[in-house]
């Protein structure tokens, strides 16, 4: 006696997997502070995130070191906002993550800020005193000469003990600049005139401000320092005839987003949110804080003004010195912010979809190549903080074992299951633990086991 053909049964079963497989994306978040890599003392720090989603944003996930720690829900719109403070009970670094969740209930991607936390309180002043001092670096634009042809020459006046490893000469305004590099053995001393042209002119009569960089060996990060050109503008630099009833269209300095930030109607935290811009994307620069903390930005494409921190944005080093200080809305009342309820993770994980295929199979041995002696198990799971484990445990006459299932991708797991040796009906128990150590299970289709009969 031959088998019978069971290829009727895999279309079927591959439609199952589709509709099981398929999952909507949640909603996409990012942190607006703390930054990634930042380093605070031991005290609370204030986590403020958003998130977007055509289904609207229903709740907020915080976790810190991948355990929950707070559940804060918003108002439900595309896009929302919520911030949560945490106080770290000791010094270390930590993993803060926050996940958004839809009104549907899809949770998106984390989105994560690894944190360092120092205890200055317990600092050490003997170790304190061994921090490398970084060196001494005196740099300076001496002297600036206007000469035909849009150049101007610039002498550089750099001296460092630890040796100069390069320089770079840079106009503020326009698109002008000139870098040399060095080798071992490195000069301690330059003194020297380079000469720049200014490829670009200017329809506004402005002044030109010259910056120079200079990197020595141990320092954290270049030195800067500044000149500008004398009487505001080298004269003959500024040759076009202006039509007095015209705006010329100038480009201002432009800053770009190191991450996605939230461009706020006024320079603070507590301030609503008037657009974003996303990692990578610029906006024009307009104002600044007196401080230089933040900067007021037109953001596009309607030009609208709002205020972006500066620690969040690269932009030119002599940016902010030559941006007018702009006066802040007034501070609107604060709200108090309503502590998030910690709730604890009570619900098992959901197990939906479980299949196996093939349903039949022959013992292990040889001869019957044309069917299979394993089955794959699959199954859907989902949990609302993780799933830790999927495991499945069959049993066959007085034939019995365990495996583990993989995640595949999403929420959907898998493990193949045999050969045995026991001839029947083959049971299969798929079971789940989430990150709280809640459980669940789900039995799945009866496999047939035959032997091979040529």
């Not at 990578?280 to 030009?303: H, I």
């Amino acid at each position: 006696m031959r088998l019978r053909s069971i290829g009727w049964l895999i279309p079927t079963f591959c439609l199952l997997l589709a509709a099981c497989a398929s999952s909507e994306s949640g909603p996409a978040a990012w942190i607006d502070q703390p930054l990634n890599g930042s380093e605070f003392a031991l005290e609370p720090i204030a986590i403020t995130a958003h998130a977007s989603d055509s289904d609207g944003v229903a709740s907020f996930d915080f976790f810190v070191d991948g355990a929950l720690a707070g559940t804060m829900a918003v108002e439900g719109g595309r896009l929302a906002d919520a911030s949560w403070e945490w106080n770290p009970d000791r010094a270390g670094e930590f993993s803060l993550t926050v996940v958004p969740v839809d009104k549907r209930g899809n949770r998106g991607e984390a989105a994560e800020a690894i944190v360092l936390i120092a205890d200055l309180s317990q600092a050490d002043d003997n170790v304190l005193s061994q921090v490398p001092v970084q060196t001494t670096v005196d740099a300076a634009i001496e002297k600036i000469e206007c000469l035909p042809g849009q150049t101007v020459a610039l002498t550089l006046k750099i001296s460092s003990v630890a040796g100069i490893e390069s320089f770079t000469v840079f106009n503020t305004v326009i698109q002008a600049e000139l870098s040399e590099t060095y080798e071992a053995p490195l000069p301690t001393d330059i003194l020297k005139t380079v000469q720049v042209t200014e490829p670009i002119l200017d329809p506004v009569d402005r002044y030109h401000r010259w910056g120079l960089q200079v990197h020595v060996p141990g320092e954290v990060g270049p030195m800067f320092t500044y000149a500008i050109e004398p009487n505001d503008r080298c004269p003959g630099h500024h040759m076009l005839e202006l039509d007095p009833n015209v705006t010329p269209d100038v480009l201002l300095e432009q800053v770009q987003a190191r991450q996605n930030v939230t461009c706020r109607q006024g320079p603070d935290t507590i301030f609503e949110a008037r657009g974003y811009l996303l990692a990578g994307e610029t906006a024009t620069a307009s104002g600044k804080l007196e401080n230089g903390n933040w900067l007021q930005v037109q953001l596009p494409p309607s030009n609208q003004l709002c205020w972006i921190a500066a620690n969040l944005l690269d932009y030119d080093p002599g940016l902010v010195s030559s941006l007018p200080a702009v006066a802040p809305p007034p501070t609107p009342v604060a709200v108090p912010t309503a502590t998030p309820t910690l709730v604890p993770d009570t619900a098992a994980p959901s197990i939906t979809g479980v299949s196996v295929n093939p349903a039949l199979i022959l013992t292990a041995g040889a001869g019957c190549p044309a069917y299979s002696r394993t089955t794959t198990v699959q199954a859907t799971v989902t949990d609302n903080v993780g799933v830790a484990q999927v495991r499945a445990d069959w049993v066959i006459g007085g034939e019995s074992g365990q495996v583990m299932l993989t995640n595949t991708g999403g929420s959907l797991f898998e493990a193949a299951i045999g050969p045995v040796n026991t001839t029947g009906v083959l049971s299969i128990t798929v079971s789940a633990r989430d990150e709280a150590s809640n459980n669940s299970s789900s039995g799945a289709p009866a496999v047939t086991v035959q032997n091979c009969i040529e």
